[in-house]
T-cell receptor, first 112, second 113 residues
Framework: KQEVTQIPAALSVPEGENLVLNCSFTDSAIYNLQWFRQDPGKGLTSLLL?????REQTSGRLNASLDKSSGRSTLYIAASQPGDSATYLC???????????FGKGMKLTVNP | DTAVSQTPKYLVTQMGNDKSIKCEQNLGHDTMYWYKQDSKKFLKIMFSYNNKELIINETVPNRFSPKSPDKAHLNLHINSLELGDSAVYFCASSQVFTVYGYTFGSGTRLTVV
């Protein structure tokens, strides 16, 4: 059974820091991995999707990497801003299934 | 706007009532889902439909009944609501096995009193 873990559960940093958010999964037979952002009381916004054959994806200040063999992904946020404050969720799909298995998320607070 | 839209956004109801949540997507995706986010913010799949066919049913009480009249719509009907059903319910869609991943709706916050 696939399990996704995100540690730490919360992080508070001053503005301007470069951040690394971690995600690990127990079953390396994934189809893809997707990072989402959730603002309080809002839905999920997709940030980046990495297919199992890819090593990384970039969008603006965000870079996500995937090491399937070790069951790990990292989301790198450059030059963090207060507007980056949100909960970040990592989720994977297994080969043969479109079911997303989520981690419990990491609540990020970027202080001005 | 291309999106996944769900209604209502908020739903407050008494125990024992029956309620429905509606979801529509105009992205042309072939698969739609219902996810539940509990009080600890953990997201877990409930159902998925592919082209109106039920694909995933994840040990959900049979008081919950999804219905997909066409591939652009997936509704969730809940009978005999219980306090423990209070949660945020998210609808989502995807095109199976493509590079585009999931798109989520903005959620329906259900409160059972």
């Amino acid at each position: 059974k696939q399990e996704v873990t995100q540690i730490p559960a919360a992080l508070s940093v001053p503005e301007g820091e470069n951040l690394v958010l971690n995600c690990s999964f127990t079953d390396s037979a994934i189809y893809n991995l997707q990072w989402f952002r959730q603002d309080p009381g809002k839905g999920l916004t997709s940030l980046l999707l990495i297919q199992s054959s890819q090593r990384e994806q970039t969008s603006g200040r965000l870079n996500a990497s995937l090491d399937k063999s070790s069951g790990r992904s990292t989301l790198y946020i450059a030059a963090s801003q207060p507007g980056d404050s949100a909960t970040y969720l990592c989720a994977v799909t297994q080969g043969g299934s479109e079911k997303l298995v989520f981690g419990k998320g990491m609540k990020l607070t970027v202080n001005p | 706007d291309t999106a996944v839209s769900q209604t209502p956004k908020y739903l407050v109801t008494q125990m024992g009532n029956d309620k429905s949540i509606k979801c529509e997507q105009n992205l042309g995706h072939d698969t739609m889902y219902w996810y539940k986010q509990d009080s600890k913010k953990f997201l877990k799949i409930m159902f998925s439909y592919n082209n109106k066919e039920l694909i995933i049913n994840e040990t959900v009480p049979n008081r919950f009944s999804p219905k997909s009249p066409d591939k652009a719509h997936l509704n969730l009907h809940i009978n005999s609501l219980e306090l423990g059903d209070s949660a945020v319910y998210f609808c989502a869609s995807s095109q199976v096995f493509t590079v585009y991943g999931y798109t989520f709706g903005s959620g329906t916050r259900l409160t059972v009193v």
